[in-house]
């Protein structure tokens, strides 16, 4: 019922910028929240970002604050990643997942897109 399908990712050189977007669809209500988490190979899944999409409220990760922001479209059902002063560090396959509310615990999230990959390299 619950569809997530992410798109945006691509390669980019240090300092660039890129735009995730998250189309959601299947809820039979706007009270969930949308959270972007990251995989690095070798590395563990973490959240990066969350938006409650009820109230907007929105959450982020330490190392992105100031350089990422998230952003809703309601009439959409669009979620979006607004990643600026990207970092080789960055590099990642992207997830948007879905709770009832935020969190940054990955297990909490019972839905997931496919992932897309972004990469940032010079």
């Known amino acids: 019922q619950v569809q997530l399908v992410e798109s945006g990712g691509g390669l980019v050189q240090p300092g660039g910028s890129l735009r995730l977007s998250c189309a959601a669809s299947g809820f039979t209500s706007d009270h969930y929240a949308i959270g972007w988490f990251r995989q690095a190979p070798g590395k563990k899944r973490e959240g990066v970002s969350c938006?409650?999409?009820?109230?907007?409220?929105?959450y982020y990760k330490d190392s992105v604050k100031g350089r990422f922001t998230i952003s809703r479209d309601n009439a959409k059902g669009t979620v979006y990643l607004q990643m600026n002063s990207l970092e080789p560090e960055d590099t990642a396959v992207y997830y948007c997942?879905?709770?009832?509310?935020?969190?940054?615990?990955?297990?909490?999230?019972?839905?997931w897109g496919q992932g897309t990959q972004v990469t940032v390299s010079s």
């Open positions: 938006i409650d999409i009820s109230d907007g409220s929105t």
């Open positions: 997942a879905s709770d009832l509310v935020c969190s940054f615990y990955e297990p909490a999230y019972d839905y």
